[in-house]
């Protein structure tokens, strides 16, 4: 019996990892769920599994999900940023899952790593942001921290074939979003719903967005140059619409080693949770009879994002966590219809030059960057947002610009 807390329970990666455990019921249980503000999803999660711990968002959703349960369940719910890291260390859970959308993800895994919890990681942000204080901690609480991500569980697995000196590349493959197709232009005119419709899989709308931009894939990456100690020179990006072959490992000899399957987050969260053994599960088998795969590189110039993930991780230090936040406000402000959608590329590349590098030493200094990232991108946010205004023809309230905010150079529509 393994006993997991599970980060980010409504979410889609949660879902899925709950429906692995109603696979396996004495296999798996559920200790400590932390959960947003979907009241009426973690309830039946509540019911369902039965944990001892429970946390949301903050003290308004803990007082209606008091007022939803019965009376025994008043001393089991906690909320806010240190709710999550009670469950993230809850004791004799043996296992957490960190499936935190964004940079919110960093801090209870870290707390988790730090009370001697093995880690199933979907939150890629820990890693873009602080991977060398990550796997240092890993090593020295000397727990095992498995990757979650479809991209990284495949090349987990892949590199199972041989030895690290022996890698010639690891391929990372990418969908290409629901833009792949667009030329540069109309990528001015997308909405967010158009952006929200990814080809293959079915995500929450933060990754749905990144995935449109290609910062997803920017994003891993980063990661996988953390997790997997690698050069980011050896580190290579496929588009691959098929969304069949979850990313590869390419040896000296020629041989190029992937991992197939259906597109279902069960799958690697399995493997992540049961590792090194395999497990049935009820899906569907790939069908290889009528199975058609197509690979392209990457347009970097269409898709900016992926060569500033690229750009910010050879920089280094503070710049990822600079990267991630600016990234994770001019998303927010895309879906808010704040900005269009070029203009997040563009958010994120003027912040990283706004922003001063330097090392990063301690989780402190990380945050204290993602904070000084996102005040500059909400800033770069209102001008764009400012900008479009004008061309309509409406008026915007834009308090948080500073006064005197220097012109931005925009990028025209047409």
């Known amino acids: ?26 296999r798996f249980r559920v200790m400590g769920l932390a959960a947003g503000r979907n009241i009426s999803l973690l309830k039946e999660q509540i019911e369902a599994f039965q ?19 019965p009376g025994e369940w008043q001393n089991k719910l906690v909320w806010g940023p240190q709710g999550v890291e009670e469950v ?18 960093l801090p209870p895994t870290v707390a ?25 901690a890993v090593q020295r609480m ?15 697995q892949a590199l199972a074939a041989g030895r690290k000196d022996d890698i010639k590349q690891i391929i990372l493959t990418a969908s290409g979003g629901p833009f792949r197709t667009f030329s540069t232009a109309d990528l001015w ?16 709308k933060k990754i749905s967005i990144d995935s449109a931009t290609l910062m997803n894939k920017g994003l891993e990456v980063i990661e996988a140059k953390f997790l997997f100690d690698i050069a980011i020179e050896k580190i290579a990006v496929l588009i691959h619409p098929q969304s069949v072959v979850h990313s590869m490992v390419e040896y000296i000899d020629g041989s190029i080693i992937s991992q197939m399957g259906v597109t279902d987050m069960q799958i690697p969260i399995a493997y992540a949770l049961t590792y090194p053994e395999r497990i049935k599960l009820n899906l569907p088998p790939l069908n290889l009879i009528k199975l058609s795969m197509t690979f392209h590189a990457p347009d970097f110039q269409k898709f900016p994002s992926l060569k500033l993930a690229y750009q910010a991780c050879k920089q280094g230090g503070l710049m990822p966590a600079i990267l991630n936040a600016a990234n ?25 030059t706004r922003t001063s590098n330097g090392p990063a030493t301690s989780l402190a200094a990380i945050l204290e960057a993602d904070l000084a990232a996102r005040v500059q991108a909400e800033s770069i946010v209102c001008a764009f947002a400012m900008a479009k205004c004008q061309k309509q023809g409406e008026a915007l309230d834009c308090p948080d610009l500073p006064p005197g905010h220097p012109p931005l150079p925009l990028t025209p529509s047409t």
């Open 1 to 26: 019996m393994k006993h997991i807390s599970i980060l980010g329970s409504t979410g889609s990666i949660g879902r899925n990892v709950l429906e692995v455990v109603r696979q396996y019921p004495g």
């Open 51 to 69: 944990p001892v711990l429970v946390s949301v968002a903050d003290q308004e959703n803990m007082e209606q999900l008091r007022q939803a349960l």
């Open 88 to 105: 993230a260390t809850l004791p004799g859970v043996d296992m957490v899952v960190s499936a935190i959308v964004g940079a919110a993800g």
């Open 112 to 136: 988790a790593i730090f009370a001697g919890k093995d880690i199933a990681l979907a939150n890629k942000e820990t890693l873009v942001m602080a991977g060398p204080l990550i796997m240092d």
């Open 142 to 156: 000397k727990v095992a921290l498995l990757p979650v991500d479809s991209e990284h569980n495949a090349i987990f």
């Open 189 to 204: 005119d997308v909405s967010p719903e158009q952006a929200l419709q990814h080809p293959n899989w079915s995500m929450g």
């Open 328 to 352: 994770e406000v001019a998303v927010a402000a895309f879906l808010e219809d704040r900005i269009r959608f070029p203009e997040i590329a563009l958010c994120v590349a003027e912040t990283m």
